[in-house]
C-alpha cells in the first residue's frame, strides 16, 4: 500500500470521510442560518437546539409511536418547521423593527429553555438510535471502507443544499424570496404578503436543522446537547461564509469540514480550533466573508 | 343615481387625510381626487408630502387617518398587500429595482392581479432599451434605463392606477422625453396616472390636471389647459 505524506490512506481517507460528514451538517445548518438571516435579519441562536429537537422527535416517533426513520426524516423537519413558525408568529415578529441584538437575546433564551427541558425530561447521557435495515452495512472501495449510511447522509445533505441554492436562486418564488431580503416593504407593494413570506422562510429555515437532526441521530447520539456542541461551530462557518449568502454557507460548510478532517491527520492537536483559526484569517483579510457583499 | 356617478367618475378619492411616520405629522388633510383615465400630477417642493401621499395610498405609512377611496373602495385599514391587488401599481422615487435580480425576474416579479395587463412584447415595444438585456442584474442597467424597468414591471400586471413617483429625476434630457413618450402612451391606453413631479415642465406636456401641495396638503388645483395663465401662482408656489 502506498503512503501519502507518511500517511496511511485509510487513514487520510478515513479522516476525510468524518471531515465531509461534519462538513454536511455544517452546510445544512449554516444554509438554514443564512437563509433566516437574509430574511428576517435574525441571528437563530436556537438553531442548535432546533437541531436537538429533530433529532428527539425522531426518537420519540420512533420509540413512542413505532415509526422509524424514513417516517422521522419526513415527520421531524415538520414538526419543528411547525414549532418554528409558532415561535416567529408570536415572539420573533416583534423583534424586527428592533436592533439584531434582541433577536440573538431572544433566541439564545429559546436555546436555553428547550436544552433545559430536554435535559430535565431525558438526561445528558446520549439516547441510541438505531440506522435503518436499509443503509446498514458499506462499501469496500479499495482504499477505504464507506459505510452505507454515512454515504447517505452526506449524498442526502448535497441534494438539500444545492436543492435549496437553486430553489432560492433560479426560481419564481426564489426571487421573491431575494426581492423580498432587499426590500421587503416595495415587495409587500406589489401585493404580496411578506409576513407570511417571512414566517415560511423561518420554518423552512429551522425545518433543515430539524432534517439535520435527523441525519444526525445515528450517527451521533441524540442527546439534549448535541445541538449546542455543534452550533458554535456552525456560527463560525456562517461568518467565514458571509452573512447571508446561500452558496457562501454551502461551500464554506462542506470546506470546512474537510479540512477539520485534513488536520486530524496532519496536526490532530489543531483540530479543534482550526474552524476559529480560519475565521480569524478571514474576518482579518475579507471581514465579510468569503462570499459576503460588503454592506 | 348622485352616488353612482361619482364612482363612476372618481376612480380614486382622497379626504382629509393625515400621515404620521412615528411622531412626525407629514400630512395633514389632503383632499383630491383622480377621475378613470386621467393624468394627474401632484407638485410642490421638497417635504411638501407628494411623496407621502403616495405611501399613504400604499399604506407604507405608520398610521393614517380620514379616507383614501379606489374605485369606492376604502383603503385606511386594509391590509397592506390587499392595496396593490386592487388594481394599484406603484413605481417608488428610488426606483427600486433588485440587484439580486436578473432584468427578467425584476420585470416579472410584481404578481399579476389582473386580467387586462400589457404583454412582455408590448413592454418591449414601449421601451426598445429593455429588449435582450433580460439576463443582466438589474442594478447594471443605467438610470435611465431602470427608471423604465420600475415602469414595465407594473404594467404587466394587469393594474389600472398608476403612481409614478418622480420617473424624471435625474436622467438626461433625451431620456426623459423617452419616458414622457411612453407615459402618453399609457395614458392612450386608457391607464390613470398619478405623477409626482418637481419638472412642472415635462409635467405639463403629459397632465391633465395639477394638484399644488404645500406643507402636508393640497392648496391649489390647476387644470392644465390654465397652466399659462396661472405661471406666477405657480412659480410662487414652487419657488422657482
Given at each position: 500500500m502506498f503512503d501519502l505524506l507518511g500517511v496511511p490512506p485509510q487513514v487520510l481517507f478515513g479522516q476525510l470521510l468524518l471531515g465531509l460528514i461534519n462538513g454536511s451538517f455544517y452546510a445544512l445548518l449554516s444554509l438554514g442560518l443564512a437563509v433566516i438571516f437574509g430574511m428576517?435579519?435574525?441571528?437563530?441562536?436556537a438553531h442548535g437546539a432546533l437541531y436537538m429537537v429533530g433529532a428527539f422527535v425522531a426518537w420519540l416517533l420512533l420509540n413512542?409511536?413505532?415509526?422509524?426513520y424514513w417516517w422521522a426524516l419526513f415527520l421531524a423537519p415538520t414538526v419543528v418547521g411547525l414549532v418554528g413558525m409558532v415561535l416567529e408568529k408570536t415572539?420573533?415578529?416583534?423583534?424586527?423593527?428592533?436592533?439584531?441584538l434582541y433577536g440573538l437575546l431572544l433566541t439564545f433564551g429559546l436555546a436555553l429553555i428547550l436544552e433545559g427541558a430536554f435535559r430535565h425530561q431525558y438526561g445528558v447521557s446520549g439516547q441510541p438510535y438505531p440506522i435503518p435495515d436499509l443503509l446498514k452495512g458499506g462499501q469496500n472501495l479499495g482504499f477505504m471502507f464507506l459505510p452505507n449510511y454515512r454515504g447517505w447522509v452526506v449524498a442526502a445533505s448535497l441534494i438539500v443544499c444545492f436543492g435549496t441554492w437553486f430553489a432560492i436562486e433560479r426560481t419564481r418564488l426564489g426571487a421573491y424570496l431575494r426581492a423580498a431580503t432587499e426590500n421587503p416593504v416595495l415587495v409587500q407593494a406589489f401585493g404580496i404578503n411578506v409576513p407570511v413570506m417571512v414566517s415560511l422562510t423561518y420554518a423552512f429555515g429551522v425545518a433543515l436543522a430539524g432534517l439535520a437532526g435527523v441525519l444526525a441521530a445515528p450517527i451521533y447520539?441524540?442527546?439534549?446537547l448535541m445541538g449546542s456542541n455543534l452550533i458554535i461551530i456552525v456560527f463560525a462557518v456562517v461568518v467565514i461564509g458571509g452573512m447571508g449568502s446561500i452558496l457562501g454557507a454551502i461551500l464554506t460548510g462542506l470546506g470546512l469540514g474537510l479540512m477539520e478532517g485534513l488536520t486530524k491527520v496532519?496536526?490532530?492537536?489543531a483540530s479543534n480550533i482550526v474552524v476559529f483559526v480560519v475565521m480569524a484569517i478571514v474576518l482579518l483579510i475579507k471581514p465579510a466573508g468569503l462570499f459576503g457583499r460588503e454592506r | 343615481m348622485p352616488d353612482g356617478s361619482i364612482t363612476k367618475t372618481a376612480m380614486l378619492e382622497i379626504s382629509d387625510l393625515h400621515g404620521f411616520y412615528g411622531e412626525s405629522h407629514?400630512?395633514?388633510g389632503v383632499s383630491l381626487e383622480v377621475r378613470q383615465g386621467e393624468v394627474v400630477t401632484l407638485l410642490g417642493?421638497?417635504?411638501?408630502g407628494k411623496t407621502s401621499t403616495m405611501r399613504a395610498i400604499m399604506g407604507i405609512m405608520g398610521k393614517r387617518t380620514g379616507s383614501i377611496r379606489f374605485q369606492g373602495q376604502e383603503?385606511?385599514?386594509?391590509?397592506?398587500?390587499r392595496i396593490p391587488r386592487l388594481g394599484i401599481g406603484y413605481v417608488p422615487e428610488e426606483r427600486g429595482?433588485?440587484?439580486?435580480?436578473?432584468v427578467d425576474e425584476n420585470l416579472t416579479l410584481?404578481?399579476?392581479?389582473?386580467?387586462?395587463g400589457m404583454t412582455v412584447e408590448q413592454i418591449y415595444d414601449l421601451f426598445?432599451?429593455?429588449?435582450?438585456?433580460?439576463?443582466?442584474?438589474?442594478?447594471?442597467?443605467?438610470g435611465g434605463e431602470q427608471q423604465m424597468l420600475a415602469i414595465a414591471r407594473i404594467?404587466?400586471?394587469?393594474?389600472t392606477l398608476i403612481l409614478l413617483d418622480?420617473?424624471?429625476?435625474?436622467?438626461?434630457p433625451v431620456i426623459i422625453e423617452q419616458i414622457g413618450v411612453a407615459v402618453r402612451a399609457l395614458k392612450q391606453r386608457g391607464f390613470t396616472i398619478v405623477l409626482v413631479e418637481q419638472n412642472f415642465r415635462f409635467a405639463a406636456t403629459i397632465a391633465d390636471r395639477h394638484y399644488v401641495m404645500e406643507e402636508g396638503h393640497v392648496v391649489d388645483m390647476i387644470p392644465n389647459d390654465q397652466l399659462d395663465a396661472n405661471m406666477d401662482k405657480l412659480h410662487t408656489y414652487l419657488g422657482v
Open positions: 428576517l435579519n435574525v441571528i437563530n441562536f413512542y409511536l413505532g415509526l422509524g415572539m420573533l415578529s416583534r423583534l424586527y423593527k428592533l436592533d439584531h447520539q441524540v442527546s439534549p496532519f496536526y490532530p492537536e | 407629514v400630512l395633514h417642493r421638497n417635504g411638501a383603503l385606511i385599514g386594509m391590509a397592506q398587500h429595482i433588485f440587484s439580486s435580480l436578473s410584481p404578481p399579476v392581479i389582473k386580467e387586462g426598445p432599451n429593455l429588449k435582450g438585456r433580460g439576463s443582466t442584474q438589474g442594478t447594471r442597467l443605467s404594467l404587466r400586471t394587469g393594474a418622480e420617473p424624471t429625476e435625474g436622467l438626461a
